[in-house]
């Protein structure tokens, strides 16, 4: 299964980075759903405030009654658009794609980042950051953004005390000054059987600004 997981800066064309069976998107535009609704693939969104929020696109499998929402326990209520609010789940019967018998659920999130004009501090980042985390067993793989690298995540957060494990190890953020940093993850538990594979970092395109974030690829198989 090839999946595609992007925090984006704003509407872009969903095939432009190639061919995937799954694709996540946080801090999507909410005006994506109609240019992507011509190519008839199945879609899954949740406002986060205003005109962005979460968005799973799946070329084949049905989402409708396979997604969960919910609100992190802790978000500011007058947050900008960009911040975190709701995390997303989509829950994958693996017999549909030939991997095997073990259901497994991946979730989609972008937890806060502290920034004074939307309400949202380190208090709000740390504890939605540890409430994913939590919910990370042997079935699950996490995607998103944690503004963050791992070794300078807090000690609640570090990921080798929770038994987790990130595979991305290129940088998948870069700032105006041209400095890059691995901030985007894609997290497993240590023990599960769910194998992460082929993680590459799209660098290769064209874009209108320098800093932001790049999308990123992998396959995942049972």
Same mark, same amino acid.
């Given at each position: 299964?090839?999946?595609?997981?992007?925090?984006?800066?704003?509407?872009?064309?969903?095939?432009?980075?190639? #061919?995937?069976?799954?694709?996540?998107?946080?801090?999507?535009?909410?005006?994506?759903?109609? $240019?992507?609704?011509?190519?008839?693939?199945?879609? +899954?969104?949740?406002?986060?405030?205003? *005109?962005? /929020?979460?968005?799973?696109?799946?070329?084949?499998?049905?989402?409708?009654?396979?997604?969960? @929402? +919910?609100k992190f326990s802790v978000y500011?209520?007058?947050?900008?658009?960009? =911040?975190?609010?709701?995390?997303?789940?989509?829950?994958? &019967?693996?017999? @549909?794609?030939?991997?095997g018998t073990m259901p497994i659920?991946?979730?989609?999130?972008?937890?806060?980042?502290?920034? #004074?004009?939307? /309400?949202?501090?380190?208090?709000?980042?740390?504890? =939605?950051?540890?409430?994913?985390?939590?919910?990370?067993?042997?079935?699950?793989?996490?995607?998103?953004?944690?503004? +963050?690298?791992? #070794?300078?995540?807090?000690?609640?957060?570090?990921?080798? !005390?929770?038994?987790?494990?990130?595979?991305?190890? &290129?940088?998948?953020?870069?700032? $105006?000054? /041209? %400095?890059?940093? *691995?901030?985007?993850?894609?997290? %497993? %538990?240590? %023990? !599960?059987?769910?194998?992460? !594979?082929?993680? *590459?970092?799209?660098?290769?395109?064209?874009?209108?600004?320098?800093?932001?974030?790049?999308?990123?690829?992998?396959?995942? #198989?049972?």
């Open positions: 299964m090839r999946i595609i997981t992007f925090n984006c800066p704003g509407n872009f064309d969903i095939n432009m980075f190639g #061919e995937f069976d799954l694709f996540f998107i946080q801090r999507m535009p909410r005006n994506m759903l109609w $240019e992507i609704a011509p190519y008839e693939y199945h879609t +899954s969104y949740i406002n986060n405030y205003e *005109s962005r /929020g979460l968005g799973i696109v799946s070329k084949n499998l049905l989402l409708e009654n396979n997604i969960k @929402f +919910s500011a209520e007058n947050a900008l658009e960009c =911040q975190g609010k709701y995390w997303q789940i989509l829950n994958i &019967d693996t017999r @549909f794609y030939g991997l659920k991946i979730i989609n999130a972008l937890p806060s980042f502290p920034e #004074e004009e939307s /309400g949202t501090t380190d208090v709000h980042r740390i504890a =939605q950051t540890a409430e994913l985390l939590d919910m990370i067993d042997d079935n699950t793989v996490l995607v998103g953004d944690f503004h +963050s690298t791992d #070794e300078n995540l807090e000690l609640e957060l570090k990921l080798e !005390s929770r038994n987790l494990i990130n595979y991305i190890k &290129d940088y998948t953020f870069t700032c $105006e000054d /041209g %400095t890059t940093g *691995s901030l985007d993850k894609i997290i %497993t %538990t240590n %023990t !599960s059987s769910i194998r992460i !594979s082929n993680v *590459s970092v799209i660098t290769n395109y064209l874009r209108d600004h320098i800093q932001g974030h790049w999308p990123i690829a992998f396959d995942l #198989e049972i």
